[in-house]
């Protein structure tokens, strides 16, 4: 069973780093594509970051030159590195398994969900 499990949101203020984890189990993290997407209040969810098995990654425009995404094989775990934080970077963020690259910041490529965790950035 494909488990999916996001830690590392807390508050900051701008200008600040974040980097969020997301644990995956139940299958080996490469296997799939994976996304990070974020959702604030009142708005739909958006990609943030995707990455293949061959390594490629994509990045939203507005997380350009500030977000990294990677992750651990050894540790079966998926990262986002949040540099730069800006208080619009504020929402719920979830990683994702099971999209690929020609749609990946589509939510619904995405087969499998994690819990989220919550991303504050004050002014």
């Known amino acids: 069973q494909v488990q999916l499990v996001e830690s590392g949101g807390g508050s900051v203020q701008a200008g600040e780093s974040l980097t969020l984890s997301c644990a995956a189990f139940?299958?080996?993290?490469?296997?799939?594509?994976m996304g990070w997407f974020r959702q604030a209040p009142g708005k739909e969810r958006e990609g943030v970051a995707g990455m293949g098995s061959d390594g490629s990654k994509s990045y939203a425009d507005s997380v350009k030159g500030r977000f990294t995404i990677s992750w651990d094989n050894a540790k079966n775990t998926l990262y986002l590195q949040m540099n730069s934080l800006k208080p619009e970077d504020t929402a719920m963020y979830y990683c994702?398994?099971?999209?690929?690259?020609?749609?990946?910041?589509?939510?619904?490529?995405?087969?499998?969900w994690g819990q989220g965790t919550q991303v504050t950035v004050s002014s």
């Open positions: 994702a398994a099971g999209g690929s690259w020609v749609r990946w910041s589509a939510p619904g490529q995405y087969t499998y």
């Open positions: 139940g299958y080996f993290i490469s296997s799939y594509y």
